[in-house]
């Protein structure tokens, strides 16, 4: 999964380019250059057939300075150690770009979880917490669900930890099922979060979304929400939608819902109304107003950024696009919302759902999304202030988030006394 770049590397470079654009202590560069801990562990699980096959796992904490760290927990068979750096990096800049009082962390295990049965899959989740045991905490740190983990298995991982400690601890993990503290808003969030940034986007451009064509790479959580939203609030047309198993591509539109069905029932979204396949390489170079990487990272790199021809690319994927690539795609003319920022609504709800467990009192869908809106739109502002104030200094958008995170983390590491 690290591609041909280290890119945990890359998330230090980020860190480094922020710093030096504000002029920061490099000793609090240095600090965030490393992450204070990663915990590797093995965890044993009963196979089905009665064998016992050993899995490894990692968790991260980036950097608690402004708080407990967050961040998800990731099953993937390509998962490393470098990778789940990478990862809790970008989130404790994501938390400090929408100001939650978190830090960053982030967790992996390596296994492809589509080859186990649903008890196999169980036994891992729980054997994961017990090996983690009290590293996590809520006050501590938070894991979330992320690539090919879902509500369900944060319910098993809440019930283990609940009954490790003797605590029923809800705020342990967010992104739970409603039955056990879920938030209600949670599960479109992410999805969210990128439209309420595509709205402002699209406004400072003048473009119209009614009508705006999009492509989606990813039909996961995050890109059907995406899909779905635009398609229903705001009358966009979705033309093209990809997944590891193919894509479809419709100049006339697509329906989200319907391809969602088509797509439970068939595993794939190929073939649907016997539409053309597209490949992620064809739909990212299509000729369309919005582009949403919502998949893994490195979809956009170097040496495709000239194909895309979106005006604005919206980053739902952790790491979607290198940051090689920002400056060939704002030279093509392309707005680009970064991860850190487009992707945040995500972990916002998180925050909120984690509010809810503490206090015991839980809000209505409308309250959430309207706070939600709130933290996004204000984060967006931070971000395209600082944007408009260094952009003669080459500053692109995924810098300008950067220097907004790195300056508040700078700010708590500070005041905490780590450096003088
Ligand atoms: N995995 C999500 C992310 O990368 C959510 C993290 C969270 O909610 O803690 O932002």
């Given at each position: 999964?690290?591609?041909?770049?280290?890119?945990?590397?890359?998330?230090?470079?980020?860190?480094?380019?922020?710093?030096?654009?504000?002029?920061?202590?490099?000793?609090?560069?240095?600090?965030?250059?490393?992450?204070?801990?990663?915990?590797?562990?093995?965890?044993?699980?009963?196979?089905?057939?009665?064998?016992?096959?050993?899995?490894?796992?990692?968790?991260?904490?980036?950097?608690?300075?402004?708080?407990p760290t967050k961040g998800?927990?990731?099953?993937?068979?390509?998962?490393?150690?470098?990778?789940?750096?990478?990862?809790?990096?970008?989130m404790?800049?994501?938390c400090?770009?929408?100001?939650?009082?978190y830090g960053g962390g982030?967790?992996?295990?390596?296994?492809?979880?589509?080859?186990?049965?649903?008890?196999?899959?169980?036994?891992?989740?729980?054997?994961?917490?017990?090996?983690?045991?009290?590293?996590?905490?809520?006050?501590?740190?938070v894991?979330?669900?992320?690539?090919?983990?879902?509500?369900?298995?944060?319910?098993?991982?809440?019930?283990?930890?609940?009954?490790?400690?003797?605590?029923?601890?809800?705020?342990?993990?967010?992104?739970?099922?409603?039955?056990?503290?879920?938030?209600?808003?949670?599960?479109?969030?992410?999805?969210?979060?990128?439209?309420?940034?595509?709205?402002?986007?699209?406004?400072?451009?003048?473009?119209?979304?009614?009508?705006?064509?999009?492509?989606?790479?990813?039909?996961?959580?995050?890109?059907?929400?995406?899909?779905?939203?635009?398609?229903?609030?705001?009358?966009?047309?979705?033309?093209?939608?990809?997944?590891?198993?193919?894509?479809?591509?419709?100049?006339?539109?697509?329906?989200?819902?319907?391809?969602?069905?088509?797509?439970?029932?068939?595993?794939?979204?190929?073939?649907?109304?016997?539409?053309?396949?597209?490949?992620?390489?064809?739909?990212?170079?299509?000729?369309?107003?919005?582009?949403?990487?919502?998949?893994?990272?490195?979809?956009?790199?170097?040496?495709?950024?000239?194909?895309?021809?979106?005006?604005?690319?919206?980053?739902?994927?952790?790491?979607?696009?290198?940051?090689?690539?920002?400056?060939?795609?704002?030279?093509?003319?392309?707005?680009?919302?970064?991860?850190?920022?487009?992707?945040?609504?995500?972990v916002?709800?998180s925050?909120?759902?984690?509010?809810?467990?503490?206090?015991?009192?839980?809000?209505?869908?409308?309250?959430?999304?309207?706070?939600?809106?709130?933290?996004?739109?204000?984060?967006?502002?931070?971000?395209?202030?600082?944007?408009?104030?260094?952009?003669?200094?080459?500053?692109?958008?995924?810098?300008?988030?950067?220097?907004?995170?790195?300056?508040?983390?700078?700010?708590?590491?500070?005041?905490?006394?780590?450096?003088?």
């Open positions: 999964m690290a591609g041909e770049k280290n890119w945990f590397q890359v998330a230090q470079d980020r860190i480094k380019i922020a710093g030096a654009k504000l002029g920061q202590n490099s000793e609090i560069t240095e600090i965030l250059c490393n992450p204070q801990r990663t915990l590797c562990v093995s965890i044993p699980v009963r196979m089905d057939n009665g064998t016992t096959r050993v899995f490894l796992g990692y968790r991260c904490q980036h950097n608690d300075a402004v708080g998800g927990i990731r099953f993937h068979q390509d998962e490393t150690i470098e990778d789940v750096e990478a990862l809790a990096t970008l404790t800049l994501k400090a770009v929408v100001g939650l009082p982030k967790g992996g295990v390596v296994v492809d979880p589509s080859k186990l049965s649903t008890g196999e899959l169980e036994r891992l989740s729980r054997g994961f917490v017990r090996a983690l045991g009290t590293f996590l905490g809520p006050d501590r740190d894991p979330a669900p992320d690539v090919n983990t879902n509500g369900q298995i944060m319910a098993w991982m809440v019930d283990e930890y609940s009954k490790m400690t003797g605590h029923n601890t809800p705020a342990l993990m967010t992104g739970k099922p409603i039955i056990l503290g879920g938030s209600l808003g949670r599960t479109a969030a992410t999805g969210l979060g990128g439209v309420y940034c595509l709205r402002i986007a699209a406004k400072k451009l003048g473009m119209n979304l009614k009508g705006a064509t999009v492509a989606i790479e990813g039909f996961g959580n995050v890109g059907f929400y995406a899909a779905k939203i635009l398609h229903d609030e705001d009358g966009a047309k979705v033309v093209g939608i990809t997944m590891v198993s193919g894509g479809v591509y419709d100049p006339d539109g697509i329906d989200p819902d319907d391809l969602k069905a088509y797509e439970n029932k068939n595993g794939t979204v190929r073939g649907y109304k016997g539409h053309d396949n597209i490949s992620n390489e064809q739909l990212r170079a299509l000729d369309v107003d919005v582009y949403i990487p919502a998949a893994l990272q490195n979809a956009i790199v170097k040496e495709n950024a000239k194909d895309v021809k979106a005006k604005i690319v919206v980053e739902l994927a952790n790491g979607g696009i290198n940051p090689d690539a920002d400056e060939i795609l704002e030279k093509n003319g392309a707005f680009v919302v970064p991860d850190i920022l487009g992707n945040a609504g995500g916002t709800v925050y909120f759902e984690w509010v809810q467990n503490n206090y015991g009192y839980y809000w209505a869908e409308k309250e959430i999304n309207e706070k939600l809106e709130r933290v996004m739109s204000e984060a967006f502002e931070r971000v395209y202030n600082m944007y408009s104030r260094h952009r003669a200094d080459k500053v692109t958008m995924r810098m300008a988030a950067d220097m907004v995170a790195v300056e508040r983390v700078g700010d708590a590491i500070k005041t905490r006394g780590w450096v003088a």
